[in-house]
């Protein structure tokens, strides 16, 4: 009995049953950007994986948009850049990647579906550093 309440506390249903109209959010969405890969990422040599949460409304409109793991917990950096990595770095690298994952989520728009209820959604993105004949076509979102 013990175990039962405590799972039932730990999965957040004591209290509150199921939406009544849970749903999938189905694929394609559209977005009016594309996800572009920082600057100064490129520039010192760092990728890392970003998962956003957000909800998605009946009307397809995107709102509560929160990092689940933000950047900073995977960052990498795959090379020494001309000038070393300090924290401070680090830190301004991470939050741009956050920055562009949210700014690229904002662009987006999921079909409506009147009637239902909004979804939550665990979105992530993998920056892989390109390959230097990536680079040189990309404007690097300047």
Known sequence: MTAVCLG????????????P??????????????VRYPSLALRTYFETTVIMDFWVQADGSITDLAPYQPANRLLKQIRTAPSAANEATRTNVANAFDKEVARFIQSCRFPPAPGFDPAKVRLPLQFTFPSSSDTSSNDNGR
Not at 11 to 18: I, R, Y
Not at 21 to 34: G, H, I
Request: net charge positive; hydrophobic share 25%; aromatic share 4%.
């Open 21 to 34: 109209n849970p749903r999938s959010v189905e694929m394609p969405w559209k977005c009016k950007t594309k």
């Open 8 to 19: 039932t506390i730990l999965a957040g249903c004591a209290t509150k049953p199921p939406p």
